[in-house]
């Protein structure tokens, strides 16, 4: 007697949106087996893809039937059994060796005598669907980003556009969140303060429209979809997408995030500035720092190595004051700093390295679009003599390959040079920018950003014998050597022409 399972599955992907719902399959396959008198022992039912393996109640299906509860499978259609020839593989061997003696659907009926060839052949067309439906979708993916047009869910403030598939501003929702956006920019709201503002106004996130949590906030306060643009791969790109503010508030809202995000001082830190910064020279453990407090009220502070490699010992028993560690802070960020003077004139020079380099461009361009047209006129002209039967098809060819790569060659150089738009020289303008930007951290004494640019530059920091080194990184080293030797001289920095240099 066969014994029927059963079997319907639903995928959520995009694969299977066409297909009929689980209710619906398992309406249809139950009047099938009503129909055929079929005595069907259970019903499977799965919604996860089928296009790898790896479908739990798939797998303890084709396990009962082995141990022989049933021998025959009544689905939908073929491929909603299998679309990966593991899966595949394992039913045609049942059906094969007489474990599965049916595979019953609405349009057709397999058994064990039947052709082998077709059944793989329909689950292998099944297995192609899915392997070029992705290919198809990825590149959709890259049509829609080429054109700013951005392929997922939309956040919050903006709506999904089911007609046009587009992202349009959410009629409510939109202006809410812009006026809190603007507010929070101006420095009116902290973290906590815009969560309680955007629920009060009803502005809600996801499907079941719950209150939002404070780090739902900080990644919405950090998505450049607002101003315009959006990732895709890690790579921004320019939307088309109507912008909740201009990338001059953005901007804004990212200096107030930063400054109202900032993490407090723990207890008992106040006043040591240069906790977990530099290192011990002798046994390479951080350096801390410690407070005293005279009968008279004064405090001082100091660093010392923690002392923790018990097994090598640290030769460091010195107290450094606060005072000198931040001389030695100021002495390398001075190393590492561009003076205003300099800083003019090496924007200069960047700025007749840019007028060559677009010369250059410019010229050679004018140079290969002249030999382009020079192609087309003998290509025109070779056309024009085999069209008037002056030389034959080999010459033709021979004469004319030539000159067709030649002239693809151009037009793909040409193509590249008028597609760049990088500037060679600037990550040299950014680097002297923010060169000139370490003096004004040394005259406003902002220990706090000394750190960060020395963190930044540099990749060791220690302390030996009251002293502070930092490795800097290039090009930051050849600066620092060249200021050292500057002072070594006994040369004012800002006269010393080896800064030219």
Not at 76 to 94: E, P, Q, S, T, Y
Not at 202 to 228: C, E, T
Not at 347 to 373: C, F, H, I
């Amino acid at each position: 007697m066969i014994k029927y399972f059963i079997y319907c599955r639903k995928s959520s992907e995009d694969e299977d949106r066409q297909m009929l719902s689980i209710d619906a399959q398992l309406s249809e396959l139950k009047a099938i087996a009503v129909q055929n008198g079929c005595a069907v022992v259970e019903t499977f039912t799965e919604s996860m893809s089928a296009k790898g393996p790896g479908r739990p109640i798939f797998n303890e299906m084709l396990a009962r039937i082995d141990r022989g509860e049933a021998n025959a499978i009544l689905a939908w259609k073929l491929d909603r059994i299998a679309r990966n020839f593991d899966d595949g593989g394992k039913v045609i061997g049942m059906l094969q060796r007489g474990q599965i003696q049916e595979i019953r659907t609405f349009e057709k009926t397999y058994l064990p005598s039947d052709n082998v060839l077709m059944i793989a052949v329909e689950l292998g067309m099944a297995n192609q669907y899915v392997r070029d439906l992705s290919v198809n979708i990825q590149r959709g993916i890259r049509e829609r980003v080429r054109r700013g047009i951005f392929y997922g869910k939309a956040p919050l403030g903006y709506m999904n556009e089911p007609t046009l598939r587009t992202i349009e501003p959410h009629s409510e929702d939109f202006p809410k969140l812009k006026r809190i956006l603007e507010e929070f920019a101006e420095g009116k709201y902290s973290m906590t303060g815009i969560l309680r503002e955007m629920t009060r106004v009803g502005l809600v996130g996801g499907q079941m429209r719950r209150g939002l949590r404070l780090s739902s906030v900080s990644n919405m306060l950090q998505n450049p979809f607002y101003y315009g643009a959006f990732y895709h791969k890690g790579v921004l790109h320019q939307g088309s997408h109507v912008p909740m503010v201009s990338k001059k508030t953005w901007d804004e809202i990212q200096r107030a995030r930063v400054a109202v995000a900032k993490p407090r001082q723990r207890r008992g830190d106040k006043g040591l500035e240069f906790l977990n910064f530099a290192t011990c020279g002798s046994c390479g453990h951080c350096i801390t720092g410690e407070r005293h407090t005279k009968k008279s009220g004064l405090r001082f502070y100091y660093y010392r190595c923690t002392h923790k490699n018990a097994k090598r010992g640290c030769q460091s028993t010195t107290f450094i004051r606060q005072e000198k560690v931040a001389e030695e802070v100021k002495r390398n960020v001075r190393l590492v700093s561009l003076p205003d003077e300099w800083k003019e004139r090496f924007l200069a020079k960047v700025e007749t390295w840019e007028a060559e380099d677009s010369t250059a461009k410019q010229t050679q361009l004018e140079r290969l679009r002249g030999e382009q047209g020079a192609l087309r006129v003998k290509i025109d002209r070779l056309n024009a003599a085999f069209t008037d039967c002056s030389i034959d098809l080999a010459e033709f060819k021979e004469l004319k390959n030539p000159l067709v790569s030649r002239k693809v060659e151009l037009e793909a150089q040409i193509a590249s040079l008028e597609k760049t738009r990088a500037n060679r020289v600037e990550p040299v303008r950014n680097w002297i920018l923010e060169a000139n930007h370490g003096g004004k951290l040394l005259s406003d004494e902002n220990f706090g950003e000394m750190k960060l640019f020395l963190r930044k530059v540099g990749l060791n920091r220690v302390f030996r014998d009251q002293t502070l080194t930092v490795s800097f990184i290039k090009p930051w080293d050849s600066l620092a050597q060249t200021v050292e030797s500057s002072f070594a001289d006994n040369e004012f920095p800002h006269g010393s022409e080896k800064w030219w240099r």
